[in-house]
């Protein structure tokens, strides 16, 4: 029988004693205890920790595979802080089946540290503190007396109710690069296993709020830092999961959050039911936000998941009628492309009213391919307006074509420098080998095409300059040359604050060193969108 209840909990290592002194936080400590005690009363088979840093995967979801695993606080100058833990093999194998199954990679492929991760240590300090005073409570003369820790998972005596009172099995998976509805899905995916396996299961969701909340902290301060919390908070505290899942992506972004994707899974976990939450503590001292909350399914209800789906499509109609006409010559081509290995003709675009919409701008971070080489770049600014369709046709210029699917990066491919007829023509050229010639993603599968965002920046010609004081991040595009290796960045890109990052971006993607001699160019571009 499954236990309907997940938990949210921060992982600070500085609440665990021997990493910190024992009174920081104080608030996230309280409230981290009281969930320990609320899971250790509900007596589960397993525990299910959903983490932000384990081994994290653009386009997989990673269960941690085996039969045990052990971590320590090492990392934290607190080596002694350490654990032992057995896995539930059968629930974590047939969890990745599901999701696979349906369509949601999953499983336990591509481990690449075994070593349980502080994102799920920290709640586990509690939960093993909570077992082991339990534990000593009942057996004053036991092991658990010297200090030392069970191991978690182990046989214990059997509690009054008749249920045995070891420690649970846990399984540990990592949240992964796809859209908070995907990590929603995967949250019903785990319930279903549980259900089929009839564990008693509690739902550990690890995260932090934003790390962008003071100038003073180690991440300084972002303006979307205090209204990403807020926002997430109100949520919960008014139990309304759906909104929680229309979080804008520029202010998840700003605010350099890692808890929201585990919170998802925690909603999805609960989906069918009539989701209950509570928020038990919330604080940033230091920073960085921490936030305790409790979910729980009543009764059952319609599931939530058909009205995500209608909120995302909605999200994305809204998106395409304001395309402008580059837009949507980008976007038609590469449709046309997938389904039929054609791409579009100019005369049949325009002749189709393809010169209708308004106008536009982009966001991205591709391969640039000119005449002499490749680079890479990202891009967003304003767009055209009337007559873009004879602009089109007259002008040549370079142009990057950038994709996205749910706010990720699908495809960017773009020429620093023209290298067709026209701009329509360049837009032609682009935006197919930014959906199918992108090196770092897979070609795009006509099942994905109603989920893109498309966005083409038109660049202007790349003037000389004589350093880096002659750049703005935010008005300018960097092209970094040493020998025959050229690295290009475009200009105002989230989480590219100076031109210092964006040379040394530049520099990286051309894999010229930071001490050979380079060459800088600037240029602006037209952003639409």
């Known amino acids: 029988m499954e236990i309907v209840r997940a938990f949210l909990l921060p992982h600070p290592p500085l609440i665990v004693p021997g990493v910190g002194a024992g009174d920081e936080i104080p608030q996230t400590r309280a409230a981290a205890e009281r969930v320990a005690s609320e899971v250790l009363g509900l007596a589960p088979d397993t525990v299910i920790y959903v983490t932000p840093h384990s081994c994290l995967y653009a386009d997989y979801i990673h269960i941690s595979p085996g039969a045990e695993a052990s971590g320590d606080f090492g990392k934290f100058r607190a080596p002694d802080v350490k654990f032992e833990v057995e896995y539930d093999e059968q629930l974590a194998s047939l969890i990745g089946e599901i999701s696979s199954a349906d369509g949601l990679p999953a499983g336990a492929l591509g481990e690449r540290d075994a070593h349980l991760d502080h994102g799920v240590m920290v709640p586990l300090y509690f939960m093993d503190k909570a077992w082991r005073e339990r534990a000593a409570s009942r057996a004053p003369d036991a092991s658990s007396e010297s200090g030392e820790s069970p191991r978690l998972g182990a046989d214990d005596e059997t509690s009054d109710t008749g249920r045995t009172s070891r420690a649970p099995k846990i399984v540990r998976i990592s949240v992964s690069g796809f859209s908070l509805l995907d990590h929603y899905r995967f949250g019903m995916y785990i319930a279903e296993a549980v259900r089929r396996l009839e564990r008693r299961a509690v739902l550990i969701a690890s995260g932090d709020m934003s790390h962008r909340l003071k100038e003073d902290g180690p991440y300084g301060f972002a303006p979307e830092g205090p209204v990403h919390d807020a926002y997430v908070k109100e949520c919960l505290e008014d139990s309304d999961l759906r909104r929680l899942a229309r979080m804008d992506r520029s202010v998840r ?60 499509e909605a999200a994305l109609a809204e998106v395409r009628a304001q395309e402008d006409i580059y837009v949507r010559l980008a976007r038609a081509n590469v449709e046309s492309y997938v389904r039929t290995g054609r791409g579009i003709e100019l005369d049949e ?4 009213g393809g010169a209708g919409g308004g106008a536009g701008g982009a966001e991205a971070d591709g391969d640039a391919r000119s005449g002499a080489g490749v680079a890479a770049g990202g891009c967003e600014q304003s767009g055209a307006g009337g007559g873009a369709a004879r602009e089109m046709m007259a002008a040549r210029a370079g142009v990057f074509v950038s994709i996205k699917k749910d706010g990720e990066l699908r495809g960017c491919i773009g020429t620093t420098e ?6 329509a023509s360049e837009i032609l050229s682009n935006s197919v080998s930014a ?6 993603f897979d070609p795009i599968d006509e099942s994905e095409l109603d989920s893109l965002t498309y966005s083409v920046d038109v660049l202007a010609a790349p003037e000389k300059i004589s350093g880096p004081h002659e750049l703005d ?8 040359s040493s020998g025959g290796r050229r690295g290009l960045l475009l200009p105002d890109l989230d989480g590219v604050d100076t031109v210092r990052q964006q040379i040394d971006i530049a520099r990286r993607k051309a894999g010229i060193g930071k001490r050979e001699k380079i060459r800088l160019e600037r240029f602006e571009v037209i952003r639409h969108r």
């Open 349 to 352: 675009f325009f002749a189709g």
């Open 253 to 312: 972004e700003g605010a350099g959050e890692c808890g929201l994707a585990s919170i998802l899974v925690a909603a999805g976990y609960l989906d069918g039911r009539k989701a209950g939450s509570e928020v038990y503590s919330y604080e940033g001292p230091y920073g960085v936000g921490y936030l305790v909350a409790a979910l729980s399914g009543g009764e059952p209800a319609p599931s939530l998941f058909p009205l995500l789906v209608s909120d995302r």
């Open 435 to 440: 959906a199918v010639r992108d090196p770092r």
């Open 473 to 480: 991040a935010k008005r300018y595009g960097v092209i970094v």
């Open 418 to 423: 023209p290298t067709c007829g026209s701009v």
